[in-house]
Protein backbone atom coordinates (compact mmCIF):
# COMPACT_ATOMS: atom_id res chain seq x y z
CA UNK A 1 0.00 0.00 0.00
CA UNK A 2 1.27 3.21 -0.86
CA UNK A 3 1.41 5.91 1.54
CA UNK A 4 -0.31 9.15 0.74
CA UNK A 5 1.36 12.26 -0.37
CA UNK A 6 2.30 14.73 2.68
CA UNK A 7 0.20 17.73 2.99
CA UNK A 8 3.04 20.31 4.76
CA UNK A 9 1.28 22.98 7.17
CA UNK A 10 3.61 25.92 6.42
CA UNK A 11 3.17 28.11 10.02
CA UNK A 12 3.09 31.79 10.46
CA UNK A 13 2.65 32.72 6.61
CA UNK A 14 2.87 36.39 7.11
CA UNK A 15 5.19 37.48 3.81
CA UNK A 16 6.82 34.34 3.02
CA UNK A 17 5.99 33.74 -0.17
CA UNK A 18 9.82 32.51 -1.39
CA UNK A 19 10.15 30.59 1.48
CA UNK A 20 7.03 28.87 1.17
CA UNK A 21 7.42 28.04 -2.35
CA UNK A 22 10.83 27.10 -1.83
CA UNK A 23 9.24 24.57 0.99
CA UNK A 24 6.77 23.37 -1.55
CA UNK A 25 9.40 22.78 -4.04
CA UNK A 26 11.67 20.87 -1.47
CA UNK A 27 8.60 18.78 -0.52
CA UNK A 28 7.66 17.97 -4.64
CA UNK A 29 11.59 16.43 -4.53
CA UNK A 30 10.27 13.92 -2.07
CA UNK A 31 6.86 13.32 -4.18
CA UNK A 32 5.06 15.12 -6.79
CA UNK A 33 2.21 15.77 -5.28
CA UNK A 34 3.05 17.13 -2.41
CA UNK A 35 1.01 19.94 -0.82
CA UNK A 36 1.95 22.80 1.25
CA UNK A 37 -1.09 24.84 2.93
CA UNK A 38 -0.05 28.73 4.23
CA UNK A 39 -1.59 29.39 7.36
CA UNK A 40 -1.68 32.24 9.27
CA UNK A 41 -4.02 33.98 11.65
CA UNK A 42 -4.74 37.03 9.72
CA UNK A 43 -6.32 36.02 6.25
CA UNK A 44 -5.28 39.09 4.73
CA UNK A 45 -1.33 38.90 5.00
CA UNK A 46 0.77 39.64 2.35
CA UNK A 47 1.88 36.22 1.16
CA UNK A 48 -1.95 34.73 1.65
CA UNK A 49 -3.28 35.21 -2.12
CA UNK A 50 0.40 34.69 -3.33
CA UNK A 51 0.91 30.88 -2.39
CA UNK A 52 -0.63 28.11 -3.73
CA UNK A 53 -2.64 27.18 -0.94
CA UNK A 54 -3.47 29.29 2.49
CA UNK A 55 -5.86 28.92 4.95
CA UNK A 56 -6.72 31.06 7.56
CA UNK A 57 -5.76 29.94 11.51
CA UNK A 58 -7.31 30.85 14.62
CA UNK A 59 -4.44 32.12 16.95
CA UNK A 60 -2.59 29.50 18.22
CA UNK A 61 -2.70 30.90 22.19
CA UNK A 62 -6.44 30.19 21.31
CA UNK A 63 -6.54 26.80 20.48
CA UNK A 64 -6.29 23.63 23.09
CA UNK A 65 -4.76 20.50 22.09
CA UNK A 66 -7.75 18.97 20.40
CA UNK A 67 -8.61 22.21 18.56
CA UNK A 68 -5.47 22.29 16.90
CA UNK A 69 -5.39 18.46 16.40
CA UNK A 70 -8.97 18.56 14.96
CA UNK A 71 -7.54 21.84 12.64
CA UNK A 72 -4.35 19.70 10.79
CA UNK A 73 -6.58 16.66 10.87
CA UNK A 74 -9.28 18.67 8.88
CA UNK A 75 -6.95 19.68 6.36
CA UNK A 76 -5.45 16.44 5.91
CA UNK A 77 -2.00 17.57 7.20
CA UNK A 78 0.56 15.40 7.91
CA UNK A 79 3.35 17.59 8.71
CA UNK A 80 4.08 20.83 10.14
CA UNK A 81 6.69 23.44 9.82
CA UNK A 82 6.87 26.42 11.95
CA UNK A 83 8.41 29.37 11.17
CA UNK A 84 8.15 31.67 13.59
CA UNK A 85 10.33 32.38 17.13
CA UNK A 86 7.71 32.85 19.48
CA UNK A 87 5.54 29.07 18.47
CA UNK A 88 8.34 26.90 18.36
CA UNK A 89 7.99 25.96 22.18
CA UNK A 90 3.93 25.88 21.50
CA UNK A 91 4.50 23.42 18.71
CA UNK A 92 7.17 21.07 20.42
CA UNK A 93 5.26 20.72 23.82
CA UNK A 94 2.18 19.32 21.27
CA UNK A 95 4.76 17.23 18.81
CA UNK A 96 4.08 13.77 20.35
CA UNK A 97 0.29 14.02 20.41
CA UNK A 98 0.45 15.33 16.72
CA UNK A 99 2.87 12.41 16.02
CA UNK A 100 0.24 9.96 17.64
CA UNK A 101 -2.43 11.08 15.13
CA UNK A 102 -0.02 11.09 11.82
CA UNK A 103 0.87 14.47 11.96
CA UNK A 104 5.11 15.29 12.07
CA UNK A 105 6.35 18.29 13.08
CA UNK A 106 9.96 19.66 12.21
CA UNK A 107 10.88 20.84 15.45
CA UNK A 108 13.29 20.71 18.27
CA UNK A 109 12.85 19.43 22.19
CA UNK A 110 11.24 21.99 24.26
CA UNK A 111 14.88 22.25 26.52
CA UNK A 112 16.37 23.11 22.71
CA UNK A 113 14.40 26.04 22.06
CA UNK A 114 14.62 27.49 25.84
CA UNK A 115 18.01 27.19 25.71
CA UNK A 116 18.22 28.82 22.09
CA UNK A 117 15.78 31.23 23.35
CA UNK A 118 16.67 32.20 26.68
CA UNK A 119 19.86 35.00 25.67
CA UNK A 120 21.24 33.95 29.31
CA UNK A 121 21.16 30.73 29.46
CA UNK A 122 22.73 30.19 25.66
CA UNK A 123 25.30 32.30 26.96
CA UNK A 124 26.29 30.61 29.80
CA UNK A 125 25.59 26.97 28.30
CA UNK A 126 28.02 27.65 25.54
CA UNK A 127 30.56 29.44 27.15
CA UNK A 128 33.21 26.68 26.40
CA UNK A 129 32.68 26.48 22.61
CA UNK A 130 35.18 27.89 19.99
CA UNK A 131 32.99 30.32 18.65
CA UNK A 132 31.93 31.49 21.83
CA UNK A 133 28.37 33.53 22.44
CA UNK A 134 28.95 36.70 23.03
CA UNK A 135 28.96 37.47 27.21
CA UNK A 136 25.24 37.96 28.31
CA UNK A 137 24.56 39.23 31.90
CA UNK A 138 21.49 40.77 33.89
CA UNK A 139 23.93 42.96 35.66
CA UNK A 140 25.88 45.52 33.96
CA UNK A 141 28.58 45.58 35.96
CA UNK A 142 29.56 42.49 35.56
CA UNK A 143 30.61 43.44 32.36
CA UNK A 144 34.17 44.36 31.65
CA UNK A 145 33.53 47.07 28.31
CA UNK A 146 32.81 50.71 27.81
CA UNK A 147 29.88 50.49 25.28
CA UNK A 148 26.99 48.00 25.17
CA UNK A 149 24.20 46.07 23.57
CA UNK A 150 20.95 45.88 25.89
CA UNK A 151 18.14 43.46 24.61
CA UNK A 152 15.53 41.79 26.25
CA UNK A 153 16.27 38.22 27.85
CA UNK A 154 14.29 36.19 25.13
CA UNK A 155 12.50 37.02 22.35
CA UNK A 156 13.36 38.69 18.98
CA UNK A 157 16.07 41.09 19.83
CA UNK A 158 15.71 43.62 16.70
CA UNK A 159 12.58 44.55 18.05
CA UNK A 160 13.77 46.32 21.22
CA UNK A 161 17.53 46.14 20.92
CA UNK A 162 19.53 49.35 22.40
CA UNK A 163 22.83 49.19 20.67
CA UNK A 164 26.36 50.93 21.02
CA UNK A 165 25.08 52.74 24.62
CA UNK A 166 27.39 54.05 27.37
CA UNK A 167 26.75 52.70 30.67
CA UNK A 168 24.30 55.23 31.93
CA UNK A 169 22.51 54.82 27.84
CA UNK A 170 22.50 51.33 28.51
CA UNK A 171 20.60 51.54 32.42
CA UNK A 172 18.08 53.98 31.11
CA UNK A 173 17.39 51.78 28.01
CA UNK A 174 17.03 49.41 30.09
CA UNK A 175 13.97 50.46 32.11
CA UNK A 176 11.98 49.99 28.97
CA UNK A 177 12.27 45.87 28.78
CA UNK A 178 10.42 43.61 30.84
CA UNK A 179 14.17 41.47 31.68
CA UNK A 180 16.62 43.39 30.12
CA UNK A 181 20.19 41.87 29.50
CA UNK A 182 23.57 43.61 28.65
CA UNK A 183 26.01 42.52 26.00
CA UNK A 184 29.39 44.13 25.32
CA UNK A 185 29.04 46.11 21.69
CA UNK A 186 30.44 43.31 19.27
CA UNK A 187 31.05 45.19 15.82
CA UNK A 188 32.52 43.33 12.76
CA UNK A 189 30.92 41.60 9.71
CA UNK A 190 27.77 38.66 10.15
CA UNK A 191 27.40 35.61 8.49
CA UNK A 192 24.51 32.89 9.10
CA UNK A 193 25.26 29.62 9.14
CA UNK A 194 22.35 26.92 8.19
CA UNK A 195 21.92 23.03 8.63
CA UNK A 196 20.15 20.24 8.92
CA UNK A 197 20.39 18.39 12.12
CA UNK A 198 19.38 14.60 12.43
CA UNK A 199 17.60 12.49 14.95
CA UNK A 200 20.87 11.88 16.31
CA UNK A 201 21.79 15.50 16.74
CA UNK A 202 24.41 15.00 14.23
CA UNK A 203 24.83 17.99 11.51
CA UNK A 204 24.54 16.87 7.71
CA UNK A 205 25.59 19.63 5.49
CA UNK A 206 26.45 23.27 6.55
CA UNK A 207 26.25 26.68 4.31
CA UNK A 208 27.61 29.84 5.90
CA UNK A 209 26.30 32.84 3.68
CA UNK A 210 27.51 36.66 4.34
CA UNK A 211 24.19 38.55 5.61
CA UNK A 212 25.37 42.08 3.42
CA UNK A 213 22.13 43.70 3.92
CA UNK A 214 19.93 43.55 6.57
CA UNK A 215 16.95 45.09 7.61
CA UNK A 216 14.85 44.73 10.89
CA UNK A 217 17.27 41.83 12.10
CA UNK A 218 16.36 40.15 8.65
CA UNK A 219 18.90 39.50 5.85
CA UNK A 220 17.53 41.21 2.59
CA UNK A 221 20.86 40.50 0.83
CA UNK A 222 22.99 37.68 1.58
CA UNK A 223 25.51 35.58 -0.22
CA UNK A 224 27.11 32.09 0.35
CA UNK A 225 31.07 31.41 0.81
CA UNK A 226 33.12 28.22 2.29
CA UNK A 227 35.02 28.20 5.06
CA UNK A 228 36.17 24.91 6.29
CA UNK A 229 36.93 25.87 9.48
CA UNK A 230 34.10 28.37 10.54
CA UNK A 231 32.26 25.44 9.38
CA UNK A 232 33.74 22.79 11.60
CA UNK A 233 33.32 25.42 14.82
CA UNK A 234 29.68 26.10 13.74
CA UNK A 235 29.22 22.27 13.36
CA UNK A 236 30.29 21.94 17.20
CA UNK A 237 27.79 25.31 18.37
CA UNK A 238 25.05 23.24 16.70
CA UNK A 239 25.73 19.86 18.19
CA UNK A 240 26.25 21.15 22.00
CA UNK A 241 22.64 21.76 22.24
CA UNK A 242 21.01 18.39 23.05
CA UNK A 243 17.54 18.23 21.63
CA UNK A 244 18.35 20.25 18.50
CA UNK A 245 17.34 18.64 15.31
CA UNK A 246 15.65 19.67 11.46
CA UNK A 247 17.09 23.00 10.50
CA UNK A 248 18.83 25.44 12.15
CA UNK A 249 20.72 28.24 11.26
CA UNK A 250 23.21 30.39 13.57
CA UNK A 251 23.79 34.09 13.80
CA UNK A 252 27.67 35.58 14.02
CA UNK A 253 29.82 38.23 13.82
CA UNK A 254 32.82 38.62 12.60
CA UNK A 255 35.12 41.28 14.76
CA UNK A 256 38.23 43.32 12.97
CA UNK A 257 40.91 40.31 14.36
CA UNK A 258 38.66 37.29 12.43
CA UNK A 259 37.25 36.67 15.91
CA UNK A 260 33.80 34.87 16.03
CA UNK A 261 31.35 35.76 18.60
CA UNK A 262 28.12 33.36 18.39
CA UNK A 263 24.83 35.65 18.29
CA UNK A 264 22.17 33.31 18.45
CA UNK A 265 20.85 30.05 17.28
CA UNK A 266 17.60 29.67 15.56
CA UNK A 267 16.02 26.31 15.29
CA UNK A 268 13.61 26.77 12.50
CA UNK A 269 14.51 28.17 9.28
CA UNK A 270 14.98 31.45 8.39
CA UNK A 271 14.05 34.66 5.91
CA UNK A 272 16.97 33.76 3.83
CA UNK A 273 16.60 29.90 4.10
CA UNK A 274 15.50 30.05 0.33
CA UNK A 275 18.57 30.60 -0.21
CA UNK A 276 20.45 27.33 0.85
CA UNK A 277 17.67 25.44 0.18
CA UNK A 278 18.32 26.38 -3.78
CA UNK A 279 21.88 25.40 -2.83
CA UNK A 280 21.03 21.67 -2.01
CA UNK A 281 20.36 21.92 2.25
CA UNK A 282 17.27 20.18 1.38
CA UNK A 283 15.78 20.04 4.96
CA UNK A 284 12.40 19.76 3.89
CA UNK A 285 12.74 16.74 1.86
CA UNK A 286 15.11 15.21 4.58
CA UNK A 287 12.82 15.60 6.95
CA UNK A 288 10.26 14.05 4.90
CA UNK A 289 12.54 11.51 4.51
CA UNK A 290 13.19 11.06 8.18
CA UNK A 291 9.48 10.79 9.15
CA UNK A 292 8.76 8.11 6.77
CA UNK A 293 12.07 5.96 8.24
CA UNK A 294 13.75 6.90 5.93
CA UNK A 295 16.32 8.78 6.83
CA UNK A 296 19.61 6.75 5.57
CA UNK A 297 18.59 8.05 2.34
CA UNK A 298 19.79 11.86 3.29
CA UNK A 299 23.05 12.22 2.37
CA UNK A 300 25.64 12.62 5.04
CA UNK A 301 27.85 15.22 2.90
CA UNK A 302 25.42 16.91 0.67
CA UNK A 303 26.37 18.26 -2.78
CA UNK A 304 25.90 21.45 -1.95
CA UNK A 305 26.13 25.12 -4.49
CA UNK A 306 28.26 27.36 -2.76
CA UNK A 307 28.07 30.06 -5.11
CA UNK A 308 24.64 31.41 -4.89
CA UNK A 309 23.20 35.00 -3.66
CA UNK A 310 20.39 36.63 -3.00
CA UNK A 311 18.30 39.77 -3.07
CA UNK A 312 15.04 40.42 -1.66
CA UNK A 313 12.16 42.48 -3.76
CA UNK A 314 9.08 43.67 -2.29
CA UNK A 315 9.49 40.16 -0.23
CA UNK A 316 10.17 37.86 -2.73
CA UNK A 317 13.48 36.16 -3.03
CA UNK A 318 15.55 36.81 -5.95
CA UNK A 319 18.78 33.75 -6.00
CA UNK A 320 21.66 34.13 -8.71
Known amino acids: MTAPSPIVLFSSLSAKISLCEKVLQSARRFDGQARVIGVDCDPNCPAASRVEEFA???????MDLDTLTNFCLGLGVTHVVPTRDEELGYWSARCNHLERNGIHVMVSSENA???????LLFSRSLESLTVPPIASSDKLSELQCNYFAVKERSGSASKSIGLDLDAEEAMEHAKGLDRPIFQPMTQGREFSAETWINSSGKCQGILLRWRTKIVDGEAHESEIFENREWEKSMQCAF??????????????IVDSEQNLHLVEINPRLGGASPLVLAAGLNSIEWFL???????????ATPALNKKLKLRKVNGE????
Open 56 to 62: PIPPLEE
Open 289 to 299: LQTAKRETEIP
Open 113 to 119: IKTCQDK
Open 317 to 320: AIIS
Open 239 to 252: EAIPGLSGHALGQV
